[in-house]
């Protein structure tokens, strides 16, 4: 069945629709649960059309999603992608499958009559309202999108020279884990093999795949919002002095970029909670709890930690106690008293 696309603005209490996609795998479908859950709670004023997609969910992964809306409810749209659709050539890792790119399908897939949707990570926490972010005006743009906090320039890496020019010209990198798509300004303009071309022009030197092909595409065509609100990197947060309550309070969408609070094979901080705070709103807790236990366990991430912390302070103590020994040679060399100098 069709959604409806009617227009209900004349309505008053009609609520809004919100459309918002994200991509994902089997792998990943308990963690999407995860954060659709802090989605659908922290909107009630809006009626949401989640469009997913994937290439290879079961009936089953797909029925527990649908679920899931339909108990908040919302509505579920499975986009189901063809993997053959994508050059051999472009570069993918664990950290950036191939699910990364399907994003850049969604101006062509989407019914014309959805002019705008906002692209979600899997990875992050909706921890309160955003209409006001999903209202944004584009001002002519095609995305509203935020900063990448985990990039600084220059590049450390091969990048540095692949948007050489857009380094000089004093460009803004941004992430693409949250992406305000303005549909009907990307139909006019570009499509899916827009970026395919690009991929085989730049000869495929992109590390974060889909990211550096939007970047690359629409550097100058971006609007951004304030990544401390919407996309808060939470390790790069931690390390910068905030925590968990602040975040709770104050942060509209955590982005658990690179570790994740799921993986025990980390050293692990604070703000990964409000994560596990939805986790236990969802029927998985209990086996992703036990999961991560269980790595956390078998995992020696934290001892080597710990023992190369250990090693590298008997290290620094050994080198102070030498600077110390010199001090006390050059004191002992130096005059006394003012008699003694010649």
């Keep these: 069945m069709n959604p409806d696309f009617s227009d209900t603005s004349s309505c008053s209490a009609a609520p809004l629709r919100m459309n918002v996609a994200t991509a994902l795998n089997s792998r990943y479908m308990r963690y999407?649960?995860?954060?659709?859950?802090?989605?659908?709670?922290?909107?009630?004023?809006?009626?949401?059309?989640?469009?997913?997609?994937?290439?290879?969910?079961?009936?089953?992964?797909?029925?527990?999603?649908?679920?899931?809306?339909?108990?908040?409810?919302?509505?579920?749209?499975?986009?189901?992608?063809?993997?053959?659709?994508?050059?051999?050539?472009?570069?993918?890792?664990?950290?950036?499958?191939?699910?990364?790119?399907?994003?850049?399908?969604?101006?062509?897939?989407?019914?014309?009559?959805?002019?705008?949707?906002?692209?979600?990570?899997?990875?992050?926490?909706?921890?309160?309202?955003?209409?006001?972010?999903?209202?944004?005006?584009?001002?002519?743009?095609?995305?509203?999108?935020?900063?990448?906090?985990?990039?600084?320039?220059?590049?450390?890496?091969?990048?540095?020279?692949?948007?050489?020019?857009?380094?000089?010209?004093?460009?803004?990198?941004?992430?693409?884990?949250?992406?305000?798509?303005?549909?009907?300004?990307?139909?006019?303009?570009?499509?899916?093999?827009?970026?395919?071309?690009?991929?085989?022009?730049?000869?495929?030197?992109?590390?974060?795949?889909?990211?550096?092909?939007?970047?690359y595409m629409h550097w100058k065509e971006v609007r951004f919002l304030d990544e401390y609100r919407y996309n808060l990197f939470s390790k790069i947060a931690y390390n910068h002095g905030i925590h968990y309550e602040q975040v709770k309070a104050e942060t509209a969408i955590v982005h658990y970029a690179g570790m994740k609070p799921w993986e025990g094979q980390y050293v692990h901080y604070d703000i990964e909670q409000l994560w596990w705070d939805y986790a236990k709103r969802t029927p998985f807790y209990a086996e992703l709890m036990e999961e991560f236990l269980h790595n956390s366990l078998q995992d020696s991430t934290v001892y080597d930690t710990l023992l190369s912390l250990s090693t590298e302070k008997k290290n620094l103590m050994a080198e102070l106690a030498k600077s110390a020994s010199l001090c006390q040679q050059l004191l002992h060399m130096l005059p006394q008293n003012k008699n003694d100098v010649p």
Excluded at 106 to 122: F, G, Q, T
Aim: charged share 20%; hydrophobic share 40%; net charge negative.
């Design 32 to 215: 999407t649960y995860v954060m659709l859950t802090s989605l659908f709670i922290n909107q009630p004023d809006a009626e949401i059309h989640v469009y997913l997609l994937h290439s290879d969910l079961s009936e089953k992964d797909q029925e527990t999603l649908r679920e899931l809306a339909k108990s908040y409810g919302h509505t579920i749209h499975y986009l189901h992608i063809n993997r053959e659709s994508f050059p051999a050539a472009l570069p993918t890792t664990r950290d950036w499958p191939l699910e990364a790119y399907y994003r850049l399908l969604l101006p062509e897939m989407l019914p014309a009559a959805v002019d705008r949707i906002l692209y979600l990570d899997v990875d992050m926490i909706i921890n309160q309202p955003i209409r006001e972010l999903y209202e944004t005006d584009f001002a002519g743009a095609c995305f509203c999108a935020c900063h990448d906090m985990g990039v600084t320039f220059p590049f450390p890496d091969i990048r540095n020279e692949v948007f050489k020019e857009q380094i000089a010209a004093g460009f803004t990198y941004f992430n693409s884990g949250l992406l305000l798509f303005n549909l009907d300004a990307l139909r006019k303009r570009y499509s899916f093999q827009s970026y395919m071309e690009l991929a085989r022009t730049l000869n495929y030197q992109i590390l974060a795949p889909d990211q550096d092909l939007l970047n």
